[in-house]
């Protein structure tokens, strides 16, 4: 079972501020990365999927990076908004048989 | 669009008891998979399956049972329910490569 990583666990930031968080996987036999919005009391909902080193995926005032040499993804959100706060969650298949391991995630909250 | 629906939403088991979680998507998704999520570990992979009749163990297996007999249902079984199981447990489907669609989660309590 591969290690998926996320820093940092939890984050505070005020309304207006950027901010980004990483997530680590391993370099070798890569397939792709995906991240994931969790909001409380809700379902995980997609945000991106990247597969190829470089990618630049963006939506809305949320962007993300990937560098599959390295092992490793950035996730980043312009402005912060109060309804940014969630938790953020990264996945990596295990192989390519799309079993997702995800990290433990990074949990955003974002005051007005 | 139903997607990925989990029953129940709510359950409380003694100890000792047994019950099947039920999981069904309606999107012709080849993968599906059962996670749990507890605190401050994320979602932990329980078992999952990448075709009909074919199923495979994840990251916390123990205690879990699965089976895939139609590409829409993947029912999870505790055949002997441990409060250690306490959990939310979610239900996820997907395409090859593709996005995972998550169920409403099912919160079980084992007292």
Known sequence: ?112 | NAGVTQTPKFQVLKTGQSMTLQCAQDMNHEYMSWYRQDPGMGLRLIHYSVGAGITDQGEVPNGYNVSRSTTEDFPLRLLSAAPSQTSVYFCASSYRGGFAFFGQGTRLTVV
């Open chain 1, 1 to 112: 079972i591969l290690n998926v990583e996320q820093s940092p666990q939890s984050l505070h930031v005020q309304e207006g501020d950027s901010t980004n968080f990483t997530c680590s996987f391993p370099s070798s036999n890569f397939y792709a990365l995906h991240w994931y919005r969790w909001e409380t009391a809700k379902s995980p909902e997609a945000l991106f999927v990247m597969t190829l080193n470089g990618d630049e995926k963006k939506k809305g005032r949320i962007s993300a990076t990937l560098n599959t040499k390295e092992g490793y993804s950035y996730l980043y959100i312009k402005g912060s908004q109060p309804e940014d706060s969630a938790t953020y969650l990264c996945a990596s298949p295990g192989g390519s048989q799309g079993n997702l391991i995800f990290g433990k995630g990074t949990k955003l909250s974002v005051k007005p």
